[in-house]
């Protein structure tokens, strides 16, 4: 395809040939062939524009940068918004894949990635073709890749969705997060659907404040319906988080639909009659007049509103009620949220959680005082270079939450792990509590964590979920939450199997 086809945005300069021929886009200088076009995208820890000259002895033809190049025959567009950019120019190349899909956004600070699957798997027990880009991974069919970012680059975005539309998928269920919608990640893509689950206090080291963070979620619900598909559009909203209220105030080109667990608030979709067991959560949910009973393995009010979500999304997007409650009752585990371990029949239980906010480790901690545990046993840290306010309000809920806590290191990355800690401490020593333990390495918190735990006890194994690795220093080391548990898990099995033996040669001598 020509350059000059590409160009849609006339606010650029261009310096060289625009009848050159693009086989290709990349922003990654390694993954440059002959006739490619490279973005030299600016970042926080490098710059794209260190890698032109690699790109060009790769073979780009084409160079799109912020500030020109100091370059001889190369083709150059110089553009101001870079990023917008991007995504018109990767929509026009990969011939606009959004509007061959049923796409439904998801954003808000907890629920996203539960909410995907549970709708992937009422799309799948629908016998419909679906694909995901999310947290855990991005997915569709058999196919599936790992992922870096909860939501990728433009360019993956419509590179993966072009791939979809080539494999006959029909939907898309994407995560939308708050960086790739102040980034411009989705710019352009047209969603049909956009759930919003909640707001709470997170990535305050990207924005100012919570209302700049409010500001860049609403942003999915304001380009609804500014688009070229002209089917009917949905907002469905949360309306029992103060953040839902405001975002149900915005004039949207939507129908606007709310899901609520509170009486007193008018909702298109709610729950009542909640009972949450530790196998699950039961309610009745009442829509359009009637009433069902919704069975879901996943235990806590946080679960029951992803489900609303999910139930509502699934209406809108004309499933029946039958295959709908079929994809509920058939929901899988779900990657590091509530994850159960085996404890080997040994008496206490072990659950591993992504909960990495103040406000979702309050609704893990809540789930499981309700549930009756003689002891909970918390691990948890915080990120490294990463909102440090919430740090303290985690610390404060851990302690005053759980019976005893292990304070140890999440993804410290380039902060020095003991300082984070110490971050974390200010929270506890302000509710004069003195039930938990520092124990910087996670595994060795982890160990004594199942070492000491006891009939009746749970450990709630907090902050990484899903991760198959730690951030330290600049480096990623393999670390696996569920598989260290299960390690100490089958020590202390062995440990008592050894016991039981001694005992018993006791007793036979």
Known sequence: MKLKNLLQNKNVTIIGDENIEISGISYDSRKIYKNYAFFALPGYNTDGRKYISEAILRGASVIITKTKHDANNITQVIVEDIFHFMSIFCAK???????????????????KTTTTYILESIFINSNIDCGVIGTINYRYKSKVVSGNNTTPQSLDI???????????????????????????RVYGIDFDIAVFTNLTRDHLDFYKNENDYFEAKSILFKRLGVHTKRNKKYAVINIDDPYGKKLSKIKINAEMRFYSAVDKNTADFKAKNIVITNKGSVFDLFFNNEKVKIEIRHM????????????????????????????????????????KIDTRGMGFEVTVDYAHTDDALKNVLQVLKGLGFKRIITIFGCGGNRDRVKRPLMGKIASE?????????????????????????????????????????????????????????????A??????????????????????????????????????????KELIF
């Not at 509103?305 to 999910?310: L, R």
């Open 93 to 111: 190349f990969y011939n606009y894949p959004d509007r061959e899909l049923n796409i439904i956004g998801i954003t808000g600070t907890n629920g």
């Open 158 to 184: 419509y590179r993966i969705m072009r791939e979809m539309v080539s494999d006959n998928v029909k939907y898309l269920i994407m995560e939308v997060s708050s960086h790739a919608l102040s980034l411009g």
């Open 300 to 339: 806590g009010l946080h679960n029951i509103y992803n489900a609303m979500a999910a139930f509502a999304v699934a209406v809108y997007s004309g499933i029946s009620l039958e295959k709908i409650l079929k994809g509920l009752n058939n929901l899988r585990d779900i990657p590091g949220r509530l994850e």
């Open 401 to 461: 939450m759980s019976d005893f806590v292990f304070i140890t290191s999440d993804n410290p990355r380039t902060e020095d792990p003991y300082q984070i800690i110490l971050d974390i401490e200010t929270g506890i020593k302000k509710s004069n509590k003195e039930n938990y333990k520092v124990v910087v390495d996670r595994e060795i918190a982890i160990k004594e964590a199942v070492m000491m735990a006891s009939k009746d006890d749970i450990i709630l194994v």
């Open 463 to 504: 902050g990484k979920g899903h991760e198959t690795y730690q951030i330290i220093g600049t480096k990623k080391i393999k670390f696996n939450d569920v598989k260290i548990a299960k390690k100490y898990i089958d020590i202390k099995e062995k440990q008592k199997v050894a016991l039981k033996q001694i005992k018993q």
